[in-house]
């Protein structure tokens, strides 16, 4: 025979009422491991007096006024459990002193003054669960002080200033639920340090150099937010230390190598942010560096062939922004691998077939761009496959039929691009049904023909 060790583990068609009211005796079962059918009164009874069973567990139409009395006694049940007709005064008043019941439990009618105070005291209740009528000076001060009632839930002529400065201390109130005329520079100031406010809920009288100070040093406020006349250099360091400014909010004139570093490291500036008077060659090279720079920032005689090399290597600048004089093979190549240049950008005589093959192929070069004696049928074939080259582009000594018929059927060639001894009825068809072709263009033979269908 097979032992068990908890009731938990014995098979549902086993579980006897004699089999589990003997494990409840050795304290190896619970009211929720016994079947539902097996759950009558004195079964429950049994197993909360034994401590080994919630009120919950026990079926609705069990649960008298003694057995919810002795589940709350014995802690075994909360108020939620009881039902709603047994919650007397005095099984709420029960409930709230063992802690097993909160106010918002207690029907409307039974919330009294003394129960409120006593249920805010053994934090069993908030002042939101209160009768408007019942929040009293002292009761809103018990609660706010019990830190179980906002600010918001005073009544607002209740609302002192040494409440809502204890309100905002505790972090049971924001600024914003102070009256106007109880938000002095103090309570601002504290509210802003405690997370409790925002900048804007501060009276304007109030918005000083502190306050500001305050509110970025706890990320209630940007750089940008603080008027012009206050951005001093202090502050402008310590809000893009605190990634709360960028290095554009930085007025120009208190705007330094070291702040413009600064804001870079922090992510919080660019290149093209820095003030022109300081864009030193090396501050350009180390910004490209720090990926939060572009050679087109660079000014025009700082872009030397390294600082270029650098750019394109970081792919932080296009083949276009470099002098035409630095442009050399292997810096075309790199930009077109990179997609950071275009066959155009790239000098006549180094437009060799193989770079041209390359930006082709990369889709960084039209046809039009590579030099006539390098369009090769492979080119051409290539250049309208990744729809950067037209019929009209390929010489027409390429102009097969296969090449036109290849480049109308990709809306790549108008049927006037095709030779006139290649217009058959199929291409002139072709051409038509893909709308790339005016009337004109089709022979009058096969016009003819279309007509006659058409009739």
Not at 206 to 220: G, K, L, Q, T
Not at 246 to 260: A, E, G, N
């Amino acid at each position: 025979m097979k032992l068990y060790t908890k009731l938990s583990d014995v098979p549902d068609d086993l579980r006897t009422a004699e089999i589990c009211r003997r494990a409840i005796e050795r304290s190896i079962g619970q009211l929720s491991d016994v079947p539902d059918y097996l759950r009558t009164e004195e079964m429950c009874r049994f197993t909360i007096e034994k401590e080994r069973g919630r009120l919950s567990d026990v079926p609705v139409e069990h649960r008298t006024e003694e057995m919810c009395r002795l589940a709350l006694a014995l802690r075994h049940g909360s108020l939620s459990d009881v039902p709603v007709d047994l919650r007397t005064a005095e099984m709420c008043r029960l409930a709230v002193a063992l802690r097993q019941g909160r106010l918002y439990d207690v029907p409307d009618h039974l919330r009294t003054a003394e129960l409120c105070r006593r249920a805010i005291e053994f934090r069993q209740g908030w002042l939101s669960d209160v009768p408007v009528d019942l929040r009293t000076a002292e009761m809103c001060e018990l609660a706010i002080t019990r830190n179980m009632g906002w600010l918001s839930d005073v009544p607002f002529d209740l609302r002192t200033e040494e409440l809502c400065r204890r309100a905002i201390e505790q972090e049971q109130g924001w600024l914003s639920d102070v009256p106007l005329d109880l938000r002095t520079a103090d309570l601002c100031r504290r509210a802003i340090e405690n997370g409790r406010g925002r900048l804007s809920d501060v009276p304007r009288e109030f918005r000083r150099y502190e306050i500001y100070s305050v509110a970025i040093d706890h990320a209630y406020a940007k750089l940008s937010d603080v008027p012009d006349d206050l951005r001093t250099p202090e502050m402008c360091r310590k809000a893009i230390s605190q990634g709360q400014g960028k290095l554009s909010d930085v007025p120009d004139i208190i705007c330094t190598d070291k702040m413009c570093r600064l804001a870079i490291e922090k992510n919080k500036g660019e290149l093209h942010d820095v003030p022109d008077d300081l864009r030193t060659a090396e501050i350009c090279r180390w910004s490209i560096e720090q990926d939060h720079g572009w050679l087109s920032d660079v000014p025009d005689d700082l872009r030397t062939a390294e600082m270029c090399e650098l750019a394109i290597e970081r792919r932080r600048g296009s083949l276009s922004d470099v002098p035409d004089d630095l442009r050399t093979e292997e810096m075309c190549r790199r930009a077109i691998e990179q997609e950071h240049g275009r066959l155009s950008d790239v000098p006549d005589h180094l437009r060799t077939a193989d770079l041209c093959e390359l930006a082709v192929a990369r889709s960084r070069g039209w046809l039009y761009d590579v030099p006539v004696d390098l369009r090769t049928p492979e080119m051409c074939r290539l250049a309208i496959e990744q729809e950067h080259g037209w019929l009209a582009d390929v010489p027409v000594d390429l102009r097969t039929a296969e090449m036109c018929e290849f480049a109308v059927a990709r809306n790549s060639g108008r049927l006037s691009d095709v030779p006139d001894h290649l217009r058959t009825y199929e291409m002139c068809e072709l051409a038509i049904a893909r709308q790339m072709y005016h009337a004109s263009d089709v022979p009058e033979d096969i016009r003819r023909i279309f007509t006659l269908i058409e009739e």
